[in-house]
């Protein structure tokens, strides 16, 4: 796989904040607050902004792994910021159903960060970003 770049979410922050509330309920229900830590907590706060206070950034890394590094501008002031791995299981699963010659399932229609990624992202001129 070509070295791949840091791309912004520039459209569609609202799909990527309900992705993110999805898996910010699931993990909710799975762990007890005090294991959730800060990268959660943060993680709730992003899908509680507006997106103009949000900057998303996308980096491929894998087949379905994503590096995103988000940052919240909350104040002038306090900007905020983290970066985690996130696995789309969404599209593994497309993949292995088409691959079973499946192609009619209620997974197709769920969007998945490898679609935002794919259809909604300009590539970053930004140098800051993690490596």
Known sequence: MAKEVW?????????????LRVLNRYYENRETSKQLGQSHLFRKRLTEESESNIQIFIKKFGNYEYLIHAELQSTKQSLEKDTWIHIDGISEEREQLQKEGITEHPLFSILGIGDLYKANTNITPRTDLPK
């Open 7 to 19: 791309k912004e979410l520039t459209e569609r922050k609202a799909d990527f904040q309900h992705i």
